[in-house]
Structure formats: structure tokens, C-alpha cells
């Protein structure tokens, strides 16, 4: 199967619509979403847009940008739809998808390869995650691609310098705004070094002043919103940057080989990409020598990179996937010119092992499916007969496409099925709402208020808890301090964990335990299931 290049634009916004943007609200929010989407709605209701709060309280952690675009969206479509606010993460990672195919057309001057290298990238399981969730990693990365597509091109080129260098500066300072300076290590900087040895940088004279000018617009762009918070409100900026500088060296410390199995966070494609990894063996197949030691380079540049910062996390390997995701499609293009020819064993037992496996889980899908959720379905037939159907029959052809050793067929049949996943799927993970106590606790704040009775929140420490109350709510510890209401009587609400140190604070006043509400929908056996989701209610009054 060959696609004409003219339809590669189309069928990318096809994959990313059903990767991206089908069934935004199916998930509740997660602890990064939920701290996210409270200084969203601070904005809009409270026009912190420069000064960003949670709950009231200075939340300087990271640059504001892609909160302002979550805070438009849930201003325009409602900021209770979990779907508004996390739809400005599915429009940046096509964004992310759109300018990569770009990228990798312009350095291998293959559109299919591009094409192939794009859809790689939009599966790969972080890329998928980040896209369909409300945190912000994925807009500094997308940014910085953009930024790094123009830079390219800077160097590369001798016209056009003044509009590369613009655009350039423009979307790295953007990067900057999403998530500080995380990108320009990550993804930035690998790059720099990647070109440096495989391109050089050459005839850089005559660019000088546009180069200067390209600084000038990050820096500005960069550090105008630090400077204003530093000027505004200089006690807690100072206070959250020495917490933050702690917290990378301090944090979720790991040994320097923690990494070195981020080729699996590509999810589907683990097993081509460490192929692709291969120099030794692929160094005499590749068309393009030249552009596979760059995209292998900036790969494991980026690696070594992050493996030198004391706190690792998973999901910090999220800008790795970018540039692995174009080093993949190297192989998987050898794969589409010779795999039908191939005869020895070493090179096509992995092929047939990978793409195999993925049919098996294909074909197998529906009824493992039925087995773990078939107590649980009602409700959920129209969306599992459909995509048991698909399943089966993408299976069916996956493997047929196999067996002939035609390529090209299983590796977008593979994409489908990914797209069919999430499109046709990813509401069945409503099955495993199950909590049969599961109730809102907004309902509850809004009874309140009309009762006229003041609510504070005991402590800033659940993210998930305070979305959940729906509104801002007055807090008992704040900044390591104590504050005490001035009202006789008051309401407070707290997580299961606080109850001890709430009721030592309020030992001498009369105390009414009121009701608990379960904002999980998991049932308790869940891993998902958090604690800090339930909310205790009491009623407190002072003493004579």
C-alpha cells in the first residue's frame, strides 16, 4: 500500500482527531490535571491571569501560557466540561504532529518517510497520554519543535534568515512560557549538539544579526512573566523557586541508568525503535546516512541529558519520543523497501514477533474485554459490538498483510488499530467505575452556600479535592500558618489524612462530624483509587 503524498495531511488530522480529541471526558481529572485546571478557573473567576493561585494560594510552579489557553477554552465551553480543559493539549500535540511531519520532510526529503515518522510519533504511548491530558509538558515540547523546525532551517539556508530567526524565536520563547526552561535542556540542546556533529555550523557569519535578534526575542519572551511575578509578589516567588530547586535535586532521585529503557515508552513501536537504535546494522540500509546519525544523535544526546538530572520521572522522557520517533522511521522504511525480499531469520523474526503480537492482541481483544468487563457493560454494548467488529477484522487483515510480507499494510493497519482504540474503546474504561459511593461534592458546596454557612478548607494538600469543591474555598493552614475563622460557627472540610491535626487545632470547640463524600468512581480495590479524593464535613462551633 503506497498513499499519495497529497492525502498525508488529511489522514493526519483523521489520526489525531480519533487519537486526540475523541472522548476527552471518559478519565477524571489526575493530581497534575486537577492543580492545572484549579488555577485555570482562578483566572477566570478571580482574573489571576499574571499572579496564578490555587485555591488562593500563589502557584508560581510553572509559566502560565498553557493555563491561559485552558482557561479560554473552559471560559468558552464551560469550566466544569473536563473535555473544554483538556482540549488545548489535543490541538498543541497535533499542532506537535503537523510541524514534525514538516521537520522530517525537510531534513530527509522524503515525504513518506515523514509521513510514516508522524504517525509513529502520534502513538507513541507518552505522546498519546500527554495529548489526551491536561498537563503541560506537551505544550513546551511542541513549541520547541516548531522553534527548532525554523532554527533548522536557519542554519541550513541563506534566505530567509530574518523570517526563520522570528519564527524561531518566537515559538522557543513560547516553550519557555509552557514549562520553563525544560525543553531547551531536553530537546533543545540535544539538537544543538546533534547538528553541531553531523552538520556543522557553517557560513554562520552573515547571520549574526538575525541570530541576535532570535535571542533577544526568546529572552524577552522567556522572563518577562518572572520578572513580573518577582516584582509583584516577590516573597512567594522566592519561596516557590527555592522548593522547586530542592525538589530537582532532591525528588524522586534515580540512578543515572534510569532511563536507558526509554525506547519501551514508545508503547507499540518498543521494539522497532530499539532496532532503530542499531547503528551497526542499520548504518548500510538507511537512504539518508547522514539524516539517521543526526536523528540517532539527537536522541541519545537527549537521554544523557536528562539521566544527568538527579530527579527522573517517567514521564520527563516525553521530548526522547520526538527524536526516536524519527530515528524509528528509518527502519520501518527499510522495512517497506526490502521486508518482502528479506530472508534472513535475524532480521525478520523481530518483524513477525512485533506486528504478530499486535495482531494476536487485535483478534483477542474482544473477548478479553468481555471477560474482565462483562458484569459491568450495560450501558456500553454500543460502543463494544463496534469495537470488537473492528478489532477482529483489523486483526484478520494484519495478519493476512503478514503473511504476505506486504509491510506498508501492517504498519498502518497498526495505526488504525491504535485510532480504533481510542475512538471506539476508550469508553469501555467507564466499566471500571464501580464505586458504588461514589457522589460529586460541588453539589454539597453550593447547599451550603445557600444555607449561609461559611466553608473553609482545612489545607491547600489535595489538588483533586479542591476541583472537586467547584469554587474557591477559605483555608484554615495556609503558609505554614494557622487561621482561625472569626465566625461562631462554620463549616470545614477535609481529607481523611488531615482529620487528626483538624481536630487537634479545634480541641476546644464543639465539633459535628457531617457527612463524607468518595469522589473516586474506581472502587477501593483500584489502584487509581486516592484517599485524598474523599472529603469529610464538619460542622464547628466555638465554645462559650
Known amino acids: 500500500m503506497t498513499i499519495r503524498s497529497k492525502y498525508h495531511l488529511l489522514l493526519l488530522f483523521f489520526a489525531c482527531f480519533c487519537l ?8 477524571y481529572e489526575n493530581i497534575m490535571e486537577a492543580r492545572n485546571f484549579n488555577t485555570a478557573r482562578e483566572m477566570v473567576n478571580y482574573d489571576n491571569w499574571v499572579l496564578t493561585t490555587m485555591n488562593g494560594e500563589a502557584r508560581y510552579e510553572k509559566p502560565p501560557l498553557p493555563t491561559w489557553l485552558a482557561a479560554i477554552s473552559g471560559a468558552i465551553f ?3 466540561n473536563t473535555w473544554a480543559l483538556r482540549l488545548p493539549s489535543a490541538l498543541v500535540t497535533t499542532f506537535l504532529i503537523f510541524f514534525f511531519y514538516r521537520f522530517v520532510e525537510y531534513s530527509t526529503r522524503q515525504k513518506e518517510q515523514a509521513f510514516n515518522a508522524a504517525l509513529i510519533l502520534a502513538t507513541s504511548f507518552y505522546i498519546l497520554f500527554a495529548g489526551r491530558n491536561g498537563t503541560w509538558d ?3 515540547h511542541a513549541f520547541m519543535l516548531a522553534g527548532i523546525y525554523f532554527l533548522f532551517q536557519f542554519f541550513e539556508k541563506t534566505e530567509n534568515t530574518y523570517k526563520n530567526a522570528v519564527f524561531s524565536g518566537i515559538f522557543i520563547g513560547l516553550s519557555f512560557m509552557s514549562k520553563g526552561p525544560v525543553s ?3 530537546l533543545l540542546l540535544p539538537f544543538l549538539i546533534a547538528y553541531g556533529i553531523v552538520y556543522k555550523f557553517k557560513a554562520f557569519r552573515p547571520k549574526v ?35 522547586e530547586a530542592t525538589a530537582w535535586a532532591n525528588h524522586n532521585t534515580r540512578p543515572l541508568y534510569y532511563y536507558w529503557s526509554f525506547f519501551t515508552q514508545s508503547g507499540i513501536w518498543t521494539i522497532p525503535a530499539f532496532i532503530g537504535l542499531l547503528y551497526p546494522y542499520l548504518k548500510t540500509r538507511v537512504e539518508n546516512l547522514k539524516a539517521y546519525k543526526f536523528s540517532l544523535i539527537w536522541t541519545l544526546a537527549a537521554v544523557i541529558l536528562l539521566s544527568l538530572v538527579p530527579e527522573k520521572k517517567s514521564r520527563y522522557l516525553l521530548p526522547v519520543l520526538i527524536p526516536l520517533a524519527m530515528n524509528t522511521s528509518f527502519y520501518v522504511q527499510y522495512l517497506f523497501r526490502y521486508f518482502s525480499a528479506l530472508k534472513d531469520k535475524k532480521e525478520t523474526v523481530p518483524v513477525y514477533f512485533n506486528f504478530g503480537l499486535i495482531s494476536v492482541i487485535a483478534l483477542s481483544a474482544p473477548v478479553a474485554s468481555y471477560i474482565f468487563l462483562r458484569e459491568n457493560l450495560n450501558g456500553l454494548w454500543i460502543w463494544f459490538i463496534p469495537f470488537s467488529i473492528f478489532s477482529v477484522v483489523v486483526g484478520i487483515f494484519m495478519f493476512r498483510s503478514l503473511v504476505k510480507k506486504v509491510l506498508p499494510n501492517v504498519f498502518y493497519l497498526t495505526v488504525l488499530f491504535l485510532c480504533g482504540i481510542v475512538a471506539l474503546g476508550f469508553p469501555l474504561a467507564r466499566a471500571s467505575y464501580t464505586n458504588t459511593d461514589y457522589a460529586r461534592l460541588a453539589p454539597k458546596v453550593r447547599e451550603l452556600d ?31 500558618k494557622t487561621l482561625l475563622p472569626s465566625e461562631k460557627k462554620f463549616a470545614v472540610w477535609m481529607t481523611p489524612d488531615e482529620e487528626t491535626d483538624f481536630k ?22 483500584d489502584r487509581n483509587y486516592k484517599e485524598r479524593r474523599i472529603a469529610k464535613l464538619y460542622f464547628v462551633q466555638k465554645t462559650d
Not at 218 to 228: C, D, K, T
Request: net charge negative.
Open 184 to 186: 531547551h535542556f531536553a
Open 78 to 80: 464551560g469550566m466544569e
Open 450 to 480: 445557600k444555607q449561609e454557612i461559611p466553608q473553609y478548607l482545612f489545607t491547600n494538600g489535595s489538588p483533586e479535592l479542591i476541583w472537586d469543591l467547584g469554587q474557591r474555598v477559605p483555608l484554615i493552614q495556609s503558609a505554614g
Open 138 to 140: 506537551i505544550f513546551a
Open 209 to 243: 544579526v538575525p541570530f541576535i535578534l532570535m535571542i533577544i526575542l526568546i529572552a524577552v519572551l522567556s522572563s518577562w512573566w518572572a520578572i513580573a511575578v518577582y516584582v509583584l509578589d516577590p516573597a512567594s516567588a522566592t519561596a516557590i523557586a527555592d522548593k
Open 20 to 27: 486526540f480529541f475523541t472522548h476527552l471526558d471518559v478519565l
Open 504 to 525: 487537634s487545632v479545634f480541641k476546644n470547640y464543639n465539633l459535628q462530624f457531617q457527612t463524607q463524600i468518595d469522589g473516586n468512581i474506581t472502587s477501593k480495590a
